[in-house]
């Protein structure tokens, strides 16, 4: 993806606060490491309090924004993991595969450190139904474009389950797609500075537009009121790990 963290970082860590249900998830299938390698690790949510963290990040900006000052920070790739084969219990990479420039050699560098499992949240470019694509259908080229198949995953980790991330309708997390039953947030330019799809895309502002249009008149509740009453939804989130 054609965006630096360095550039849109900033703040990054107040708008993207873990949340604790998929926080859960994540830990639970990194079971019981000692050792855990967090790549493309960002600001640092998500990452277990307990084991000992290696974070590895490309940008500086998201570094000076650590959570956790106590793990290990490298700044790098995930093409060229700097570590030992096996080094690591387990590995983890959160909602970070889209921006790494060969994913093949990533995912397989994380293979090759971890003698463990690995576990990488990510989203399934074959999902369809959120309703911002209504009004931004750029997000759907965006999608098949920088995320990888599902497929990909077992033919660089090996055998692996994928399971669904439900997005609670208070999701703490402020990535894409949490704000499916809060539209009002999508016209919020300090929301959407966290989201490196809008910085991606760029101009909005039609899709935008129609959106505050269809909220003003009561069309976009009207349209969408199924979701008003609902807690989660899958909205394409999958949990990716190595059994």
Not at 125 to 139: K, N, Q, S, T, V
Not at 190 to 206: C, E, Y
Not at 219 to 229: F, G, K, N, S, T
Request: with cysteine; aromatic share 10%.
């Amino acid at each position: 993806m054609d965006t630096s963290y360095d550039v849109i970082g900033v703040n990054y860590s107040d708008l993207r606060e873990p949340d604790p249900r998929i926080e859960q998830a994540i830990h639970q299938a990194l079971g019981p490491a000692e050792t855990v390698l967090n790549v493309g690790a960002g600001a640092g949510s998500y990452e277990p309090a307990g084991p000992r963290v290696t974070a590895l990040e490309p940008s500086a900006e998201m570094i000076g924004q650590r959570r956790t000052p106590a793990a290990e920070v490298i700044q790098g790739h995930a093409e060229d993991l700097p570590f030992d084969d096996n080094a690591f219990d387990a590995a983890m990479a959160v909602l970070t595969i889209h921006h790494w420039a060969d994913q093949a050699k990533g995912l397989r560098e994380m293979r090759r450190v971890t003698r463990g499992p690995v576990v990488i949240l990510t989203y399934d470019p074959a999902f369809r139904g959120f309703w911002l694509e209504d009004y931004i259908p750029e997000l759907t080229a965006l999608d098949d474009e920088k995320m990888p198949p599902l497929t990909l995953y077992g033919e660089c980790l090996g055998s692996v389950e994928v399971s669904v991330v439900p997005v609670p309708h208070d999701c703490q997390d402020g990535f894409l797609y949490a704000y499916w039953r809060r539209p009002r947030a999508y016209l919020d330019p300090r929301i959407r500075a966290a989201m490196s799809s809008f910085w991606a895309i760029g101009d909005v502002s039609a899709g935008l537009g129609r959106l505050a249009d269809d909220l003003a008149s009561g069309i976009w509740e009207q349209r969408y009121a199924e979701l008003l009453d609902l807690e989660e939804r899958d909205l394409g989130y999958r949990l990716v790990a190595t059994v």
